[in-house]
DNA sequence: TTGAAAGCGCTAACAC
DNA sequence: GTGTTAGCGCTTTCAA
């Protein structure tokens, strides 16, 4: 590996000066002559030079690499991928520690790597089991302490999307399946807000988890006694065990009823036939957590970001009446 | 930040000492007392000291870093998963580097941190426009070379299982449905192979490609005039077009005719009706990245694993004949 | 403009 | 068993 000392004794120049040109410095502090300047870039470039970071992290106090803790579940990596892509953007890089060990190990080698900063996207019940010496950490970070590193993102702006479509196509009768859980309360909540803009009277279904899943026992009779003439779903999962359920009972969609899920999911993108969604912006809600970082490890603090909107992503489960 | 120094003066022991203890060198050369080592352990863990791992890489040249290079495309978080979880099993970390700025920007950004090891996953498309001078790098690397770091996976085994499944659920006019590219190839070999062991008439139909997808107007023809019992996909992606298709014409699956498709994609666990299909080890894979990228770390070379078969999945589009 | 020298946190050879 | 010392690759202060 090529160091500054070989660029220094090939160009004929001290190592301070190598130094000194690397890193910009000469056009601030130090004037050095021109063609010295471009006689060690040149050298460093012919020679294959690469700064070693982690010197550089040692001396300066300053690392730009970033940790993200988290489960990593299947769906995060176009979360990932944003962040990742907004952080090289910047002369970033990104460590990913996974929770398998517990969080208080997962920090532990946070620190061990003298990271710039630490994003954790974990749930309120993890951020209470971490050791309390962590939480007045000299690194940067987000979503260690309680309540803070939720992801951005506005469910019931992005809830009423759907509604204002299924409006907009020409239904009235519009049923909201949701759940008693915080989430899906506040996409509900976008929901019944459209509705009553429209003067419709909003109608909610509910229903309950089940070993996993959720139980959608209901829908016989919400089809034929309550006969809506569409469903939103607070999820595409939900929404795709109706099209299952639908299936087996030879209903066709949107024929008897429209659907729209939430959500956007990949089965979204692939299904028959294919489902009217809220497409939840994962890449983009990757870039804000960089800046979110990024700005922190910067100027000691960040704004919170206006949370993001989805987007309608229109599909064949919804009919034109 | 804590140090050794801390460590030392407190316990009032030189930072050798310490470094020895930490290390756990005193049970090989050093013979340091049991007192003192307990004594230095416990000042250590009461301070809160955590080594510096970059400091360390700098003075033993060595990196317990690995790179991984990749797109990350939306399927890969598995992946990812396996190889970190399996790296932290054995003290190592992952940085993970976009190819955002293009190959060559990626490998340098590895050496820039002097990671232990550089694992790609990238195209040979791409492996092709690697800077020769990155070739011979000092970092242990897999997937940079052509043809290297494919990920381990037996394609006509695992196709096997497909028909072995259908034949057995009493399908004899099977026809496979593939593509002119390798890997769909692969497949559809071992779905011949499977065929002729039951003196059964291998059938194949092919898709081409059409602006990112595949063109399926033969579907007609194959129900009305070739009708299959079965149609044996080369991937999920394809089954999920003709059931878009089917759909559309109210011909229903499996009633009509089974359908396998192949991947285990998110769709596959949630489309109407749940399709069979054969499970790529996506996580399983990424364990073993790390487990070749490892051994090449610390013992110069690395064995070609055995490429894993997948698992069938069954689903509710085949039928019992 | 340039070079010498100290220092970042750590390992390791060597002498005490 | 323990302390001293040099050194890893880099930055940065201070003189020259």
Request: aromatic share 8%.
């Given at each position: ?12 120049v001290?190592r301070?000066?190598?130094s000194?040109v690397?890193?910009?410095?000469y056009k ?5 002559s021109e063609?010295i ?13 690469v700064k ?10 300053k690392s730009r690499v970033?940790a ?13 991928r944003g ?5 090289q953007e ?6 990913l ?6 969080i208080?190990?997962a ?7 003298r ?6 996207i974990i749930?309120s019940?993890l951020?209470k089991q971490?050791?309390?010496k962590y939480l ?5 970070s987000?979503?260690?302490?309680l309540?803070?590193?939720k992801m ?6 992005s809830?009423?999307?759907g509604?204002?479509y ?5 239904h ?12 899906a309360?506040e996409?509900e909540?976008g ?8 003067g419709?009277?909003?109608?909610i279904a ?5 070993n996993?899943?959720w ?11 309550r006969k809506?003439?569409?469903i939103?779903?607070?999820s595409d999962l939900?929404a795709?065990?109706?099209m ?12 008897t ?6 959500g ?5 993108r ?14 983009e ?10 700005e ?5 603090t960040?704004?919170a ?14 009919a034109?009446?």
């Amino acid at each position: 590996m090529i160091r500054m000392v070989d660029i220094a004794k090939k160009a004929g120049v001290s190592r301070t000066t190598v130094s000194f040109v690397l890193n910009g410095r000469y056009k601030q502090d130090m004037k050095i002559s021109e063609p010295i300047v471009r006689l060690v870039l040149e050298t460093a470039e012919e020679m294959g030079y690469v700064k070693d970071e982690n010197a550089n992290a040692i001396v300066t106090g300053k690392s730009r690499v970033i940790a993200i803790i988290s489960a990593f579940d299947d769906y995060m990596m176009p979360t990932v991928r944003g962040c990742m892509e907004e952080a090289q953007e910047h002369g970033c890089m990104l460590k990913l520690i996974s929770l398998k060990d517990g969080i208080n190990e997962a920090i532990r080698k946070a620190i061990a790597f003298r990271v710039g900063g630490i994003y954790a996207i974990i749930r309120s019940q993890l951020q209470k089991q971490i050791d309390p010496k962590y939480l007045q950490l000299e690194i940067p970070s987000i979503g260690l302490k309680l309540h803070t590193g939720k992801m951005a993102f506005n469910q019931i702006e992005s809830a009423k999307l759907g509604t204002e479509y299924l409006i907009q196509k020409g239904h009235r009768k519009i049923l909201f399946w949701g759940l008693h859980e915080e989430i899906a309360k506040e996409r509900e909540l976008g929901y019944v807000q459209v509705m009553e803009k429209y003067g419709l009277k909003p109608e909610i279904a509910y229903s309950s988890r089940q070993n996993g899943s959720w139980n959608i026992d209901m829908l016989d009779d919400i089809l034929k006694n309550r006969k809506p003439d569409a469903i939103q779903c607070f999820s595409d999962l939900l929404a795709f065990k109706i099209m299952r359920e639908c299936y087996k009972r030879k209903i066709f969609i949107p024929d008897t009823f429209s659907l729209m899920g939430f959500g956007h999911t990949p089965a979204s993108r692939e299904c028959a036939p294919l489902l009217a969604t809220i497409d939840e912006p994962y890449f983009e809600t990757g870039k804000i957590m960089f800046h979110q970082i990024y700005e922190l490890m910067e100027h000691g603090t960040y704004k919170a970001y206006t949370p993001l909107i989805g987007t309608l992503i229109p599909g064949e489960t919804v009919a034109e009446k």
